[in-house]
DNA sequence: ATTGAGCGT
């Protein structure tokens, strides 16, 4: 259980606390004409605003990672079995098999999140394979929004 | 329910 997997406010409101708690002790130890509480009162202020820019947000990119497009999969298929098969190559983050709003059938396409590394090798090795009677196309999606976790293209 | 190239709340 790492501080990091907690939301941000409450790793701001523990870190205003300990700012609320070295003012206290520090006024306290210095005898100013400073209240204590005011003191406590400051730093749980100064602490909640500054632990949003000190404490680097979760990241869930402390992996490289790559998203892959599955196209040409069987409507049978569910999240489960696809989940399975490219577990085979590496540890897969997310699998997303699009259905259709209305009626919620699959549409027989979806994306699986994998690390860098362990998603070349399952692209490698899955496209144009067979899958439930079908021959599935494996390629690097294409980043709908611009994610966090895509790597910089550099300027040759 | 059905369908068969496709790039997503």
Same mark, same amino acid.
């Given at each position: 259980?790492?501080?990091?997997?907690?939301?941000?406010?409450?790793?701001?409101?523990?870190?205003?606390?300990?700012?609320?708690?070295?003012?206290?002790?520090?006024?306290?130890?210095?005898?100013?004409?400073?209240? *204590?509480?005011?003191?406590?009162?400051?730093?749980?202020?100064?602490?909640?605003?500054?632990?949003?820019?000190?404490?680097? *947000?979760?990241?869930?990119?402390?992996? *490289?990672?790559?998203?892959?497009?599955?196209?040409?999969?069987?409507?049978?298929?569910?999240?489960?079995?696809? +989940?399975?098969?490219?577990?085979?190559?590496?540890?897969?983050?997310?699998? +997303?098999?699009?259905?259709?709003?209305?009626?919620?059938?699959?549409?027989?396409?979806?994306?699986?999140?994998?690390?860098?590394?362990?998603?070349?090798?399952?692209?490698?090795?899955?496209?144009?394979?067979?899958?439930?009677?079908?021959?599935?196309?494996?390629?690097?999606?294409?980043?709908?929004?611009?994610?966090?976790?895509?790597?910089?293209?550099?300027?040759?």
């Amino acid at each position: 259980m790492k501080l990091s997997q907690y939301p941000l406010y409450v790793q701001s409101a523990l870190f205003a606390v300990v700012l609320a708690i070295a003012g206290y002790l520090l006024i306290t130890l210095l005898n100013p004409p400073l209240e *204590p509480a005011l003191m406590f009162a400051l730093g749980l202020l100064l602490g909640g605003f500054c632990a949003p820019l000190l404490i680097r *947000p979760a990241s869930p990119d402390e992996i *490289p990672t790559t998203t892959l497009y599955v196209g040409n999969l069987p409507y049978r298929a569910n999240e489960a079995s696809v +989940r399975a098969l490219f577990e085979t190559f590496g540890q897969v983050l997310s699998v +997303r098999l699009m259905k259709d709003k209305q009626t919620g059938k699959r549409r027989g396409f979806g994306f699986v999140e994998m690390p860098k590394d362990a998603a070349q090798a399952a692209l490698q090795a899955l496209n144009d394979s067979e899958f439930q009677q079908r021959t599935l196309k494996v390629r690097e999606a294409n980043e709908r929004k611009e994610e966090d976790n895509e790597e910089r293209q550099e300027p040759s």
